[in-house]
């Protein structure tokens, strides 16, 4: 089944603990991208990748990092977590960046305290 | 630059009655548009989308959307809810610049669906 897959689902952690979220589609797509999505704010980019090794910020880059070793995966960091974070994350793929459609992950709840 | 307005951030219709969420937008270029739909728990799910062909556009569900330029618009309906529907709807815009395209997202549209 052609999917995005986002582990954790939901995690509580505590300001400053390093948390990677991982981001995984088995569709070899080429484009992938991290949202982050807050009540009245909609969605919000924070990284994409336009293939392997080619990453670039979006919207709301501050506090992240990302890198795209393999074309499937594209994992989250948060090198210091801080409340602000709290937030659900969406991981989307589309075969280029131009394509129409995007696929998503089903979302990352984070909770930091 | 691109922006797009969601005017309501919640609508609540009953089942079998008509469905209108409102979405204006604005582009320096000829966009892309999408609704998309969340349901409780779940990913976005592409609803439609107009790429500058027909300007009815029609998706799944039985829902559908008119591009209208001179009123930079681009609602979303469907002739009669149902209970299934219930769910938060995003209307995005993309401007074709032919370099690098970015999706700007609305904020949402939480639809209710009452018996």
């Known amino acids: 089944e052609a999917q995005v897959t986002q582990n954790p689902r939901y995690l509580i952690t505590v300001t400053g603990k390093k948390l990677t979220v991982t981001c995984s589609q088995n569709?070899?797509?080429?484009?992938m991208s991290w949202y982050r999505q807050d009540p009245g704010l909609g969605l919000r980019q924070i990284y994409y990748?336009?293939?392997?090794?080619?990453?670039d910020k979006g919207d709301v880059p501050e506090g992240y990092k990302v890198s795209r070793k393999e074309k499937r995966n594209f994992p989250l960091i948060l090198e210091s977590p801080s409340p602000n974070q709290t937030s659900l994350y969406f991981c989307?793929?589309?075969?280029?960046?131009?394509?129409?459609?995007?696929?998503f992950g089903p979302g990352t709840r984070l909770t930091v305290t | 630059a691109q922006s797009v307005t969601q005017l309501d951030s919640h609508v609540s219709v009953s089942e079998g009655t008509p469905v209108l969420l409102r979405c204006n937008y604005s582009?320096?270029?000829?966009?892309?548009l999408f609704w998309y739909v969340q349901h409780p728990n779940k990913g976005l799910q592409l609803l439609l989308k107009?790429?500058?062909?027909?300007?009815l556009v029609k998706g799944i569900n039985g829902f559908e959307a008119e591009f209208k330029k001179s009123e930079t618009s681009f609602h979303l309906t469907k002739p009669s809810a149902h209970m299934s529907d219930a769910a938060e709807y995003f209307c995005?815009?993309?401007?074709?610049?032919?370099?690098?395209?970015?999706?700007?997202f609305g904020t949402g549209t939480r639809l209710q669906v009452t018996l």
């Open positions: 989307a793929s589309s075969l280029t960046e131009n394509s129409y459609e995007q696929y």
């Open positions: 569709m070899n797509h080429e484009y």
């Open positions: 990748s336009m293939n392997v090794e080619v990453t």
């Open positions: 582009s320096s270029y000829s966009p892309s």
């Open positions: 107009y790429t500058s062909a027909a300007t």
């Open positions: 995005v815009v993309r401007e074709n610049t032919g370099t690098a395209s970015k999706l700007t």
